[in-house]
């Protein structure tokens, strides 16, 4: 009777570890995760790797509670320059050095540290310099018309902004046609300029920013509609509001848009798997569409909110970092994943001084080409939503964004040009 029970008990433990395999399936990619499925998902695999190990617990809340959708894609590496590539490869050898905690000793180009020791105590700070000097997007982009949209969280689009972006990378410039690696002296690391073209009340309005290696605080210029004039502006504006009521201060651009040196806290948390949309092909933008619904194909207008893009999930690994601003600064932390094959923003987590969840940012990329047919992986939107008060901010780029344009040059982006397009 003893052994009966035994070879009972036997069964029922096969029999129950044979439900959950059954229950535990391997998704094919096409497979949508929503709020009605999102539970019955979270054992099952994708590519090896649960739903629930691919999900931070603040993107499954969102698809839990606040209807984002996601569509499971197969992983696709990006394909980079092959010039970026090499210089990628030479730093391995681990000649790339944090100076003095403010810039860096022995790079020229490339991602300064490809590999990242989780025991190294300096593997935050590694993590966020790669963002911010390795992208392999090379040394100039351009943005002629991109869009920033905002939503109420109940009531759908609430305004639409068009603006013109540009940045020159100013160092690690391994696409320079003339084979300049650093124009200038080395100490700036890149220029922007943005400046708003509708609607009219904002029309003109614009920055331009040069941001250095060694911690300088960035020097900034804005034109000011009402008196036709640029003027400079406080140092301390890399903390400041993107106008126009967006969800976003200029230190969200790219998650991470400070020096490493004004932050009280990097902190490497390690190493994991996410889903993110990091090769979209959809189309996002119909800039001259006439509806709504055609000049934004990727939203469904119909459902509150309305702010996230039908974009596919791929399985990526990213490096987690927790940031630890200043104390003027308005976040209270922010958390970092950056994309691990190559630096790009995935998504940002950002918390108040209480501690409590604020904000949420996704970035989304594309593997695309640049003006002399080389791969480049840049944004190609995004959006930040803010649920403290129910808003979300998209932004979406032009649907042809231009890289690497041999003709461009940093002068074209000046205090002159600035005036010029704010004038004009």
Request: hydrophobic letters at 40%.
């Amino acid at each position: 009777m003893r052994q009966l029970a035994k070879l009972c008990a036997a069964a029922a433990l096969a029999g129950a570890a044979a439900a959950g395999a059954a229950r535990a399936a391997e998704l094919p990619p096409g497979t949508v995760i929503d709020a009605r499925t999102l539970d019955a998902r979270m054992k099952d695999t994708f590519q090896g790797k649960t739903i629930a190990s691919l999900l931070p617990d603040k993107l499954a809340w969102q698809v839990r509670e606040k209807g984002l959708t996601i569509t499971l894609k197969a992983s696709q590496p990006w394909t980079v320059d092959r010039r970026y590539q090499e210089w990628t490869e030479k730093n391995r050898a681990g000649g790339v050095k944090i100076a003095d905690g403010k810039g860096l000793e022995n790079w020229q180009a490339g991602v300064p540290f490809p590999a990242i020791d989780a025991a190294d105590p300096q593997a935050g700070t590694k993590a966020v310099w790669n963002l911010l000097v390795g992208q392999p997007v090379g040394c100039y982009w351009s943005q002629p018309r991109y869009t920033f949209v905002t939503f109420d969280g109940t009531g759908g689009i609430e305004r639409e902004m068009l603006w013109r972006f540009s940045r020159i990378n100013m160092v690690g410039r391994y696409c320079d046609p003339q084979g300049k690696l650093t124009l200038g002296d080395g100490s700036v690391r890149s220029k922007e300029i943005l400046v708003a073209l509708e609607p009219f009340d904002m029309r003109g309005t614009g920055m331009l920013s040069a941001q250095f290696m060694n911690g300088d605080v960035a020097r900034s210029w804005a034109y000011v509609r009402s008196v036709r004039r640029v003027r400079t502006i406080s140092g301390s504006s890399w903390m400041d509001p993107v106008g126009g009521g967006t969800d976003m201060v200029n230190d969200d651009v790219d998650t991470f848009n400070a020096h490493p040196s004004w932050y009280k806290g990097l902190k490497y948390l390690g190493k994991r798997w996410v889903l993110a949309p990091a090769n979209t092909d959809a189309v996002l933008w119909r800039p001259d569409a006439g509806s709504k619904k055609d000049m934004y194909p990727a939203l469904d207008l119909t459902k509150a909110p309305s702010w996230y893009p039908a974009v596919a999930y791929e399985p990526r690994e990213v490096h987690v970092v927790e940031t630890t601003p200043p104390p003027e600064h308005p976040y209270g932390k922010k958390i970092l994943y950056i994309d691990a094959q190559y630096p790009l923003p995935r998504f940002t987590e950002i918390y108040d001084k209480r501690g409590d969840f604020w904000k949420w940012g996704t970035w989304i990329s594309k593997n695309e080409r640049d003006m002399e047919g080389n791969p480049v992986v840049g944004t190609y939107a995004g959006g930040m939503y803010d649920f403290k008060r129910n808003h979300g901010t998209l932004f979406l780029s032009t649907p042809q964004p231009i890289y690497n344009d041999p003709k461009a040059t940093e002068n074209e982006l000046s205090v002159g040009v600035l005036e010029a397009i704010g004038g004009g």
